[in-house]
């Protein structure tokens, strides 16, 4: 990492995403980042640059596992099927 001139971030959803953070106070590197948590916990304009990211593909993306289509709904129902005759 030292190697780098910056470091891009290139995750939109983490836990904590420790690589940004040795980059910016370990390495002293500039962090590119998207400004959304958790970065915007520990990073700001002093150690990096904060990218608005509003995408609504993403979006619809990141949402659509948690509202499971009619479709998934019956797989998994097959599946839990399956798997009781089985057992």
Do not use: W
């Given at each position: 990492m030292m190697a780098c001139d910056c470091?891009?971030?290139?995750?939109?959803?983490?836990?904590?995403?420790?690589?940004?953070?040795?980059a910016a106070y370990d390495c002293g590197?500039?962090?590119?980042?998207?400004?959304?948590?958790?970065?915007?916990?520990?990073?700001?304009?002093?150690?990096?640059?904060?990218?608005?990211?509003?995408?609504?593909?993403?979006?619809?993306?990141?949402?659509?596992?948690?509202?499971?289509?009619?479709?998934?709904?019956?797989?998994?129902?097959?599946c839990r099927r399956i798997y009781r005759?089985?057992?």
């Amino acid at each position: 990492m030292m190697a780098c001139d910056c470091y891009l971030a290139p995750s939109l959803a983490e836990g904590f995403y420790l690589p940004a953070l040795e980059a910016a106070y370990d390495c002293g590197k500039p962090v590119i980042y998207p400004n959304t948590s958790p970065y915007t916990d520990y990073l700001n304009q002093e150690v990096g640059y904060p990218i608005a990211f509003v995408d609504e593909e993403i979006k619809k993306h990141q949402i659509e596992p948690f509202n499971p289509t009619v479709s998934s709904f019956r797989i998994a129902l097959g599946c839990r099927r399956i798997y009781r005759c089985n057992d």
